[in-house]
């Protein structure tokens, strides 16, 4: 059996109720740390805004969609988890809005809207999943571009055994190293 689920149904469609803890531990990570809804089994809608500090930024995500009902059967079965995203930085004290309401106003500028796809091996959690920027510009990059990008959009950045600890990582942290990756490209290329 695979470690996220018991087993299939008559249909040959992966059943809710055959998920494991650690699956559902894995998807309320996300959830709990993003604040998302559950809308059905296997979509979560949209959350607040988060405060973040990813790579020594302060920035705020928020998730726009968190579609974990997907099972991906390649080679293997295995989870997919899809989230839309959005990043923000803070603006206090709106000149206009100011004026308009009489008080200080805040607003946010979302310079960064993708998202990340996160596959899980087969031997999760002793093994990272694999998590991929799926904005069409990175998936593009020319190799001269590509900064820990491979194919696909997929991102290199569990390069050491040292980098993901399968004790204590778990889906959500994954996705902060993601959402770190789109800050540092940002950053450096402005996109």
């Known amino acids: ?107 946010r500028r979302v310079f960064y809207k993708s998202q990340i796809r996160l596959t899980f091996p087969n031997y999760y959690p002793r093994h990272p999943p694999t998590v991929y920027n799926l904005m069409p510009e990175v998936k593009a990059l020319h190799a001269s571009e590509r900064h820990n990008v491979l194919g696909g959009g997929r991102l290199c950045i569990f390069s050491s055994a040292y980098d993901w600890n399968s004790n204590k990582d778990n889906a959500c942290s994954a996705l902060l190293v993601g959402l770190e990756w789109c800050v540092k490209h940002y950053e450096n290329f402005d996109w």
């Open 1 to 107: 059996m695979p470690w996220f689920h018991s087993g299939k149904n008559r249909h040959g469609v992966w059943s809710p109720d055959g998920f494991t803890e650690r699956f559902k531990e894995e998807v309320r990570s996300i959830r709990t740390r993003f604040g998302t809804k559950k809308v059905r089994a296997g979509l979560d809608d949209s959350g607040p805004w988060t405060p973040c500090n990813l790579r020594g930024v302060d920035v705020f995500v928020r998730v726009l969609e968190y579609d974990w009902g997907c099972i991906r059967e390649d080679d293997e079965y295995t989870p997919v988890f899809d989230i839309t995203f959005e990043i923000a930085t803070d603006r206090t004290a709106n000149p206009i809005l100011v004026k308009l309401f009489k008080k200080p106003a805040q607003y």
